[in-house]
């Protein structure tokens, strides 16, 4: 009776799977396009993804958990690429016929693509997997659409926070009877809390990347024109609003960053962290993306980083703002993927969705509504001190080629501490560049 009933339980898996699939089970390859980095040398083997930390760790595992762990026969084949270059080779792809099955996107360059028909529409698919798109926070849905048509799955809201060495504010006697830190409200007290800082640790106050791509400090600028009430965009994308009174006072703020010492314009990304883990910075200006890999990093000993905080990226003018984006998960579109691949591809963003909590581990906000309710989210370590962000976040508008506009910001922001421009002449060519890239979508 006992093996009978075992062979009516495998009966009815199959029938199951043949149902689902069109069939039995056959191993299907697909292709995951992303950036966060390499780490096969220590996460290669990871499964329990409980033991993986930081962005690449945790996709990293999350991905061999379901390669492990799937009933279909679906594999993931991960193909990585760097950060500033992904999208040219995304775009590439679709030239070469090497086409991903599923790839990471910001939400900031999703229209780049969705109007030009190149992801595949998700609103039938998602609903077919169970997912529950009212589960999403209202922002994240958003993102992931166009045209009352879903093009990605949304994993995350990531934004700038203000990363912190305690030992050394409280060397600078920035701290308050709590032990928070002692934050800047305006733009004169950051200037101000930055002397002390430097004059009493000889430390620089605050570490940002400020040589490469990257472009930590256009994300600042962008945060301070929200905070004055100027939208640096309009919601159509053909205007900017960059050569503006409060564009000046957002420059010189940031331009004072530097020429006071406050900041070494030396840094690049991976540099800035260095900086800061060694101890050398009190204030690192970086996103939630971090939080995770640095919070680890304090605990171990092995870095001059100790009492590690966070903190919401203070508001020095009268509205509450701060830079933000979304990661997301897209099936770009391609004809000739089979229907095997584009099952497995499925099955994929909903194991991705379903353990979205894991992803939320490396400091990001989670955008299913559900995870940030959850007890086990607000244990997670440093979440209270930045709970804020996801209320403040603040985006530029869907538009087509806003990473070009970002690009062109970058280049003429950095050459006020590269090169000495001074922040009128860089507000005039940051304008003139952006207005350049807005006249592709007149």
């Known amino acids: 009776m006992h093996k009978t009933k075992m062979l009516q339980r495998l009966a009815l898996a199959t029938t199951l799977m043949t149902a689902l699939w069109g069939g039995a089970a056959q191993a299907v390859d697909i292709s995951f396009f992303r950036f966060f980095g390499d780490c096969q040398g220590e996460y290669g083997e990871v499964t329990d993804v409980t033991k993986a930390n930081g962005e690449c760790g945790i996709i990293t595992a999350l991905t061999n958990k379901f390669n492990a762990e799937n009933t279909i026969g ?250 933000a984006d979304s990661h997301m998960w897209v099936i770009p579109k391609d004809d000739n993927r089979s229907e095997d691949k584009t099952k497995a591809a499925l099955a994929f963003l909903k194991f991705l969705n379903d353990n979205s909590f894991q992803w939320s581990r490396t400091g990001h906000l989670s955008t299913r509504q559900s995870v940030l309710n959850s007890e086990e989210f607000k244990a997670l370590p440093h979440r209270a001190e930045f709970a804020d962000t996801a209320k403040n976040a603040t985006s530029l508008p869907q538009i087509q080629n806003q990473r070009a506009v970002y690009n062109a910001m970058i280049t003429d922001l950095n050459a006020m501490w590269l090169t000495g421009t001074d922040p009128q002449a860089t507000l005039e060519a940051m304008q003139a560049g952006v207005e350049r890239v807005l006249r592709r979508n007149r």
């Open 74 to 323: 679906a594999k993931v084949v991960t193909q990585t690429a760097e950060w500033g270059a992904y999208y040219d080779l995304l775009t590439a792809t679709y030239s070469t016929g090497n086409i991903p099955d599923v790839a990471v996107m910001h939400a900031s360059v999703m229209p780049n693509f969705s109007d030009r028909d190149l992801l595949t529409p998700l609103t039938k698919p998602i609903a077919d997997l169970g997912i529950q798109t009212n589960d999403f926070v209202p922002a994240a849905l958003k993102n992931a659409t166009a045209k009352n048509e879903i093009y990605a799955l949304p994993y995350d809201l990531h934004a700038l926070l203000f990363h912190i060495n305690m030992d050394l504010m409280k060397k600078a006697g920035l701290v308050n009877a709590d032990g928070s830190p002692i934050l800047p409200k305006s733009p004169e007290e950051l200037l101000e809390q930055g002397k002390k800082f430097k004059e009493a640790t000889g430390k620089y106050y605050i570490g940002s990347e400020a040589q490469s791509s990257e472009g930590m400090m256009v994300r600042l600028f962008d945060t301070l024109l929200w905070q004055q009430g100027v939208d640096v965009l309009s919601a159509d994308g053909k205007t900017a609003s960059i050569n503006t009174a409060e564009g000046l006072n957002a420059a010189k703020l940031i331009s004072s960053i530097f020429s006071e010492g406050l900041a070494n314009p030396a840094l690049d990304y991976p540099g800035s962290e260095q900086a800061f883990l060694n101890g050398e910075t009190g204030i690192l200006l970086n996103g939630t993306w971090g939080v995770d890999n640095y919070d680890t990093q304090a605990k171990s000993g092995k870095v001059a980083l100790k009492d590690y905080r966070v903190a919401n990226v203070p508001q020095l003018y009268a509205k509450p703002s701060v830079w």
